[in-house]
């Protein structure tokens, strides 16, 4: 199995920065895709930022150019960068990472608890 723990979430103003760390671990699996997903209350869950193994990265358009995700394969560690937060970016942040037994096996998604980021004046 895949343990993922995130941490690093907060209460931040408008325009300040915040940075959320995620840290797999396992012995058993090899872990690829990993990523960060966000749920505000009353809404869907929905992709914020992923890395692949290889360091591609893809974001949601709403966080473009404000968040940066980054990973440290040797710590199976994924992380995110966010600048110039809004209150619109307020939610529960779950970091996810696609982990597989072997190279030819099939992927299967783990994903820790959450950590609540929270933005108001």
């Known amino acids: 199995q895949v343990q993922v723990v995130e941490s690093g979430g907060g209460l931040v103003q408008p325009g300040e920065s915040l940075r959320l760390s995620c840290a797999a671990s396992t012995s058993t699996f090899i872990i690829y895709d990993m990523g960060w997903y966000r749920q505000a209350p009353g809404k869907q869950r929905e992709l914020v930022a992923t890395?692949?193994?290889?360091?591609?990265?893809n974001y949601a358009d709403s966080v473009k150019g404000r968040f940066t995700i980054s990973r440290d394969n040797a710590k199976k560690s994924v992380y995110l960068q966010m600048n110039s937060l809004k209150p619109e970016d307020t939610a529960v942040y779950y970091c996810k990472a696609n982990g597989r037994r072997t190279p030819f096996t099939e992927g299967q998604d783990f994903w820790g608890q959450g950590t609540q980021v929270t933005v108001s004046s």
């Open positions: 890395v692949t193994r290889g360091g591609n990265t």
